[in-house]
């Protein structure tokens, strides 16, 4: 298990300035949106970087589950401002440059969670003997790195 610290990563940084940019974004939007789009969109916002700092005092295979939630964050973020758009809270330029932080927000939690999943991936040991007795005797056994372990298992005819 490592430890990060969640004020090095350059994603926890820039997800902090989504925040900001989102509350200045929704200051504008209509006070009767203020129990709606205003909050879920700040929301949404705020648990980005939120899952990202409180992840990563945890192990790996923690972390990754965090960023998950905060990826589910950020496309959560990026419907809201297309919404917003649509209901002509705000300019779509202005959307458009938003998203494209958010969109690369993403990117950078995906290469995070790529990165701490090959980590604990490749310091994973199973015991194949138990695999066969489970899985069959003549299974072949692939592991697919994802954000969850998983084993595909083929097996033959015999």
Same mark, same amino acid.
């Given at each position: 298990?490592?430890?990060?610290?969640?004020?090095?990563?350059?994603?926890? &940084?820039?997800?902090?300035?989504?925040?900001?940019?989102?509350?200045?974004?929704?200051?504008?939007?209509?006070?009767?949106?203020?129990?709606?789009?205003?909050?879920?969109?700040?929301?949404?916002?705020?648990?980005?970087?939120?899952?990202?700092? +409180?992840?990563?005092?945890?192990?790996?295979?923690?972390?990754?589950?965090?960023?998950?939630?905060?990826?589910?964050?950020?496309?959560?973020? +990026?419907? &809201?401002?297309?919404?917003?758009?649509?209901?002509?809270?705000?300019?779509?330029?202005?959307?458009?440059?938003?998203?494209?932080?958010?969109? +690369?927000? &993403?990117?950078?939690?995906?290469?995070? &969670?790529?990165?701490?999943?090959?980590?604990?991936?490749?310091?994973?040991?199973?015991?194949?003997?138990?695999?066969?007795?489970?899985?069959?005797?003549?299974?072949?056994?692939?592991?697919?790195?994802?954000?969850?372990?998983?084993?595909?298992?083929?097996?033959?005819?015999?």
């Amino acid at each position: 298990m490592e430890a990060h610290n969640f004020r090095e990563l350059k994603v926890w &940084q820039l997800a902090r300035g989504l925040v900001k940019d989102i509350y200045g974004l929704t200051a504008r939007f209509p006070a009767s949106e203020r129990f709606g789009l205003t909050s879920q969109l700040r929301r949404a916002a705020v648990s980005i970087p939120s899952n990202i700092a +409180e992840g990563s005092g945890r192990s790996d295979k923690d972390f990754v589950r965090f960023l998950a939630i905060s990826l589910s964050s950020a496309y959560e973020v +990026e419907t &809201q401002l297309i919404l917003a758009c649509d209901l002509q809270f705000v300019h779509q330029a202005e959307v458009e440059k938003l998203i494209a932080n958010v969109q +690369e927000i &993403q990117r950078m939690i995906y290469g995070l &969670q790529r990165k701490l999943t090959r980590g604990f991936l490749h310091s994973l040991w199973l015991p194949l003997p138990i695999l066969s007795r489970t899985f069959g005797r003549y299974g072949i056994f692939f592991l697919r790195p994802s954000s969850f372990l998983q084993i595909d298992v083929y097996h033959s005819r015999n």
